[in-house]
């Protein structure tokens, strides 16, 4: 992969040394290590998710908070609480997941890959506004663990609409 056609906010050294590479709405490359696809699905995938929506990264991040998945100094961060408050907590969890033709057992899967990674490499295609805007929110949960490899400009990673 040429990540000379990315946006990033790390190196090609970083994606190479990360235990989990996370495809978003791009098209998988075949990796010697642990990857996700979401927005399709691929046979050497660990964990497959077919449908990507705007929503689906809140579900993602609903779940980490329930599960804490998430970096512990964010426990005592109010931009944080609010975004749990205001956002998280709105979002309908079995609605989502069935929205997203997957299982508990697959999102549950994704995060215990994210879980257990020390650093993690998020290659995202070209995804909607609002999409691309609720999964900087998911990233900011493991920020300093992941690095973003984009075909868009990347946004500045913070809590949606807080």
């Not at 990540?3 to 709405?25: C, H, M, P, Q």
């Not at 998988?28 to 689906?56: C, H, M, Q, W």
């Not at 929205?99 to 993690?120: C, F, R, S």
Request: proline share 3%; hydrophobic share 40%.
């Amino acid at each position: 992969m040429d990540i000379k056609n990315y946006y990033t906010n790390r190196d090609a050294e970083f994606l190479k040394k990360s235990d989990l590479v996370i495809f978003w709405g791009e098209k998988p490359t075949k990796f010697p290590k642990n990857y996700a696809v979401i927005g399709g699905n691929d046979e050497f995938s660990r964990v497959d998710i077919p449908k990507r929506s705007e929503k689906l990264p809140l579900l993602l991040a609903r779940l980490a908070y329930v599960f804490e998945i998430y970096d512990e100094s964010l426990k005592d961060n109010e931009e944080f609480e609010d975004f749990v408050e205001i956002v998280l907590k709105s979002v309908r969890v079995k609605q989502t997941i069935q929205k997203h033709t997957t299982t508990l057992e697959e999102v549950a899967g994704l995060l215990y890959l994210i879980d257990n990674a020390k650093k993690i490499s998020l290659i995202i295609g070209e995804i909607g506004e609002e999409e691309m805007e609720n999964l900087m929110s998911f990233v900011k949960m493991f920020e300093k663990k992941a690095g973003i490899f984009s075909k868009m400009p990347l946004v500045d990673i913070e809590f949606y609409g807080i």
